[in-house]
């Protein structure tokens, strides 16, 4: 290595894109270990609708943060940043190496660069919200949203009332629009990052996600969901392909408009993933369908490996 410093490789793009495929290929060249960034991944009792590596590919290569928390639990980013940061320094004790890899751009963010500092909130403001999403519903706070931080309500998922709720929380206590707090400047870290990011054009990508969420009922999301049922007002839960389906069991949806919306809000998903990921110009990317051993070589070669 040019440098004394540890390599983190984080793996990121849109969803269904490949990227456990890719992280497992090169954890096995660099003979090293995973940790996925994967916030719905976390939690045990959600296996078919959050696409979790199959058993194949968890012997392939030792993965971390897959299936590990309940959705009983309360796991917050902050709480992803710290035991991350404490598994990557057990992990770089055997090996200069170790692989982030998920879509979802905060939790990458939290280890690579550290969250960012917000304002105390009262427990006023934060009940009030949670009134006004009981009396009101959501599409009140999407809209109070979209007028005081259009930068945030771009790339935050819309249909998430938790993260509608934070957001507006720290706008009620600051006065400041939730993005502003955003990239305060990085946190420093004991080891060096490359950012290898996987993309295809947009018709591809919606293909992709059409195929996954065929593939995700056909292995038995209807099952999943419905024994999840009861516990639907859990955070965890707040998810695409989870969300629909409780719809249709509220007897609000057919279960073909439910499967519908999962792809719909599933290809939304991926626009904010894109949105997100566009503006990290760390980030080198490579085409869906490049050979993993051509990106390791390229990783190899500009970290001097």
Same mark, same amino acid.
């Given at each position: 290595?040019?440098?004394?410093?540890?390599?983190?490789?984080?793996?990121?793009?849109?969803?269904?894109?490949?990227?456990?495929?890719?992280?497992?290929?090169?954890?096995?060249?660099?003979?090293?270990?995973?940790?996925?960034?994967?916030?719905?991944?976390?939690?045990?009792?959600?296996?078919?609708?959050?696409?979790?590596?199959?058993?194949?590919?968890?012997?392939?290569?030792?993965?971390?943060?897959?299936?590990?928390?309940?959705?009983?639990?309360?796991?917050?980013?902050?709480?992803?940043?710290?035991?991350?940061?404490?598994?990557?320094?057990?992990? &770089?004790?055997?090996?200069?190496?170790?692989?982030?890899?998920?879509?979802?751009?905060?939790?990458?963010?939290?280890?690579?660069?550290?969250?960012?500092?917000?304002?105390?909130?009262?427990?006023?403001?934060?009940?009030?919200?949670?009134?006004?999403?009981?009396?009101?519903?959501?599409?009140?706070?999407?809209?109070?949203?979209?007028?005081?931080?259009?930068?945030?309500?771009?790339?935050v998922d819309i249909q998430n009332p938790h993260r509608i709720i934070r957001a507006l929380?720290?706008?009620?206590?600051?006065?400041?629009?939730?993005?502003?707090?955003?990239?305060?400047?990085?946190?420093?870290?004991? &080891?060096?990052?490359?950012?290898?990011?996987?993309?295809?054009?947009?018709?591809?990508?919606?293909?992709?996600?059409?195929?996954?969420?065929?593939?995700?009922?056909?292995?038995?999301?209807?099952?999943?969901?419905?024994?999840?049922?009861?516990?639907?007002?859990?955070?965890?839960?707040?998810?695409?392909?989870?969300?629909?389906?409780?719809?249709?069991?509220?007897?609000?949806?057919?279960?073909?408009?439910?499967?519908?919306?999962?792809?719909?809000?599933?290809?939304?998903?991926?626009?904010?993933?894109?949105?997100? &990921?566009?503006?990290?110009?760390?980030?080198?990317?490579?085409?869906?369908?490049?050979?993993?051993?051509?990106?390791?070589?390229?990783?190899?070669?500009?970290?001097?490996?």
């Amino acid at each position: 290595m040019t440098s004394s410093l540890p390599l983190l490789i984080c793996v990121v793009g849109p969803t269904a894109i490949g990227k456990t495929k890719l992280a497992i290929a090169l954890a096995e060249v660099f003979e090293t270990e995973i940790i996925s960034a994967d916030s719905r991944q976390f939690f045990k009792e959600m296996t078919v609708g959050t696409a979790v590596p199959s058993l194949e590919e968890l012997k392939a290569a030792k993965h971390h943060f897959i299936q590990n928390k309940s959705i009983f639990d309360s796991f917050s980013v902050g709480d992803f940043e710290k035991e991350a940061l404490q598994c990557l320094e057990s992990l &770089f004790q055997k090996n200069p190496v170790a692989i982030l890899v998920g879509g979802s751009g905060l939790y990458v963010d939290s280890v690579v660069r550290g969250l960012d500092s917000f304002p105390d909130v009262s427990n006023e403001i934060r009940e009030a919200l949670n009134m006004e999403l009981a009396s009101k519903g959501i599409a009140s706070l999407q809209q109070e949203l979209k007028g005081i931080d259009p930068t945030y309500y771009e790339k935050v998922d819309i249909q998430n009332p938790h993260r509608i709720i934070r957001a507006l929380e720290i706008y009620r206590a600051s006065g400041k629009p939730y993005s502003s707090f955003l990239n305060q400047g990085a946190a420093k870290r004991n &080891f060096k990052t490359i950012y290898i990011g996987l993309n295809a054009d947009r018709e591809t990508i919606y293909e992709r996600i059409n195929q996954r969420v065929d593939q995700i009922i056909s292995e038995g999301l209807l099952a999943e969901a419905k024994k999840l049922y009861p516990h639907k007002e859990l955070n965890a839960l707040q998810t695409v392909g989870y969300r629909e389906l409780f719809a249709h069991f509220d007897g609000t949806l057919s279960l073909d408009a439910a499967i519908s919306e999962i792809k719909k809000n599933t290809r939304r998903f991926a626009k904010r993933q894109g949105t997100w &990921f566009r503006k990290n110009e760390q980030i080198e990317w490579f085409d869906f369908k490049t050979e993993p051993s051509e990106i390791a070589r390229h990783i190899k070669t500009k970290n001097a490996l």
